[in-house]
């Protein structure tokens, strides 16, 4: 089992910056490959970017890349995603998951994810 607990999320202005972090429980954090997805009201949850079990390959989705990066530290169970730039239309529950050791791609996937934290509310004013 897997706890995931996400925080950071906020209001902010458009063009400014927010971190995220997702907290994971358990000692086989760095075994699971991680990723961040976000839902508006309304709207199918998206895929925002994936990263590897060891950090080595990383992937965005079209919207957020050259904006948003994705990172992890294995010694302290966090995966963190950095969001610049940030504009309305992200405005958004994000939500970060674990799943287990797949391609990159499959990563967009929700169905790669066996575990999902609770979501941090991302509000873009304008």
């Known amino acids: 089992q897997v706890q995931l607990v996400e925080s950071g999320g906020g209001l902010v202005q458009a063009g400014g910056s927010l971190r995220l972090s997702c907290a994971a429980s358990g000692r086989t954090f760095s075994s699971y490959s991680m990723g961040w997805f976000r839902q508006a009201p309304g709207r199918e949850r998206e895929f925002v970017a994936a990263?590897?079990?060891?950090?080595?390959?990383?992937y965005y989705g079209d919207s957020v890349k050259g904006r948003f990066t994705i990172s992890r530290d294995n010694s302290k169970n966090t995966v963190y995603l950095q969001m610049n730039s940030l504009k309305p239309e992200d405005t958004a529950v994000y939500y970060c998951?674990?799943?287990?050791?797949?391609?990159?791609?499959?990563?967009?996937?929700?169905?790669?994810?066996?575990?999902w934290g609770q979501g941090a509310q991302v509000t873009v004013s304008s």
């Open positions: 990263i590897s079990w060891s950090g080595g390959s990383t």
């Open positions: 998951g674990a799943g287990q050791v797949q391609p990159i791609l499959v990563l967009t996937t929700r169905r790669a994810y066996d575990y």
